[in-house]
């Protein structure tokens, strides 16, 4: 064979070729599975007693991120206060794969749930079944896991819901009334557009019929493209009143390029941003309000989720509720999603006390 | 002639046991014994099967890569392979073709993938680090052309299963146990065959080899497309393994690869090395990182365990040359000044 290579790979190219003419598998053939069985066959019981002395694993997309790591922190100590003992693990990057040795890991250490921002919905998937089969409950947040690998996923916003209340903020900045324009990511980002939707059809009822929405605008959240973004926006509307960017790097860019520029004051900038990017902005008076959820109360939510279906209080079956803490009881809604809240709005009165 | 005999034995056993293969397979049992003894999650059958599962593509693109480090070359675009292996049956997949199908023709890919490699390489006569680095970035780019950034998932769950249950009554992993019956192949080939001189005597000096009738080039060729359709078959099983095709699936896992080869003594100059001193340096890396794991050691400190373990074992070979070399050279004045 040694003295044949060429003849070794025809071969095998032949076999294939051969293999290509019978039919197979293909996606088509194989039957999909309804899924959810996990919760099946458990009753809840909304009265029972949280356990205590609970193991807690949170696996994060990837450590040392700045925003996992508020996330992480504050769910261990929403932990504490249920006396239960939690820890962060989880892998250095990001990579689709990366989580499944922790998986295994925190399995094999019978840990009481696994709360994971997972970096693929399916890749953790059979790992995460097989620590349900193992009683083992199995809360997804900030990024979910194929619906049927979790019990339940901790949604920080409704995406209506953010869409709608930038629209809200924008117009209360504005006094209802001018020119707004949209920063957003880039032009496929399934996030941003799903919220620019929602902001579109907030804008058709009739308390914002005095504002005209001239142009959606993407800076392909990088930085210096948002900049010139806004430059040319500015520059092609102006006499325009507000911009809207939902993303944290596109209303850094605009706060930037207002704050230097003469239409400081004129512009406002508003959209999703995060407290320690935009608090100079703040202060400067360029930006007067911006939104994000709280990254804390998000690790803290996920941390009573766990306990409550530990405890048996929820199955992660829509209608059923559980006490969280100081953010009062949470009710599951459609595929087991629980939902955080109406997203925090930032301005000069409180952006101090947040740090992240 | 007979006391001659065994006085050669006593330092060629020393020497055996200087080996790093010997060295790596020792640390492995200590491992393996201290972790079966220190914690008890750890020697369970579950718990080892996963450690093996999550070995299964780092072992076995680790055998072509020790032939071709043997052989004094290397392959970086292994994992790139993997990922455009990956993609393509991700694509495939999506439009509905079969699976029987799409398996042979991603080794075909692989094999071609390979080829290339080779060719450039024995043709041109390019040095191999420079013309894989350059095909690990194009497969690799391929792999998104292909895929972009979407992944696909929902395989069939027979061809899953086949990726990650044991094989009945063991705790071994499907996948682990194709890697053993390779790794038995390709050591009987390596140390048992003339082809495996062949290899061995172009890694220790290429001219030699050529004039002693080898067929250089050809061997080499063969080596690369055998990783190439080790590498896409390693993406088959990783894209089931994980139920999820992706074009970045396997980034970086060349150096995994190469780390396990190293740590398993082979010279990366070529021409020395073992196979079974690879297959422990792959168990050793794996068995560690699931115990460190299991002790919640934090990320950077698993690499970091990782990374001085490759040092010591690129640098011990070498100091305990320099130490022999030391000691001969005083040894072999004093016998010529006693005899004159």
Redesign the interface.
Known sequence: M??R?MA??AL??A???G??A???????S?A?DGGNAATSGKKADPNAPIKQNLKLAFLPKQ?NNPYETIVDNAGIAAAKGFYAQA?E?????A???SQ???L??L????QDAILIAAN????V??PLKQAMSRKIAVVSYDSDA?KECRDVFINQASSEEIGRSEIKVMSDLIGGKGKIAILSATANATNQNTWIEFMKDELKKPEYSGIQLVKVAYGDDDDQKSFQQTQGLLQAYPDLKGIIAPTTVGIAAAARYVSSSKYKGKVEVSGLGTPNQMRKFVKDGTVHKFELWDPGNLGYLAAYAAAALVSGQITGAQGETFKAGKLGSRTIGKDGEVILGPPTVFDKSNIDNYHF | MAPDASAKTAPALRTRLIRWDVIVTALLIVVFVGGSLGTP?FA?S??LS??LD?LSEIALIALPMTLLVVAAEVDLSVASVLGMSSALLGAL??A??????I???L??VG?AAG?VNGLLVTRLGLPSLAVTIGTMTLYRGLAYVLLGTK?V??F?????DLA?KTVPGTPIPYPFALFVVLALLTAAVLHATG?GR?IFAIGAQEEAAFFAGI?VK??K??LF?ISG?VSAFAGVI?TL????A?A?????MELAVIAAVLLGGVDFDGGKGTLGGVVAGVLLIGLL??LL??H?V???IQ?IVTGLLLIVSVLTPRIVAAVREARRIPRGSLTASSST
Do not use: H
Request: with cysteine; proline share 5%; aromatic share 6%.
């Open positions: 040694l003295k290579p070794a790979v095998v190219a076999l294939a070729v293999a290509a019978c039919g197979g598998t293909t996606k088509n194989t999909k450590v820890k693990v989880g892998p250095s990057d990579s689709a794969s499944i040795s922790y295994n890991t399995i094999q250490q019978r693929d919905p399916n890749a998937c059979g194929a | 999650d369970t579950d718990n996963f450690a999550d997949w999506d509905g073709w079969a699976i029987e199908t398996v042979p023709l080794i075909v094999a080829l992944a998932a929902e069939p769950q027979n061809y899953a990650t082809a062949a067929r050809r061997i060729l063969l497309v359709v990783y393994r994980y139920g999820s992706r970045d699936n396997g980034l970086g990182r699931n794991m299991l919640d934090a990320t950077e690499s």
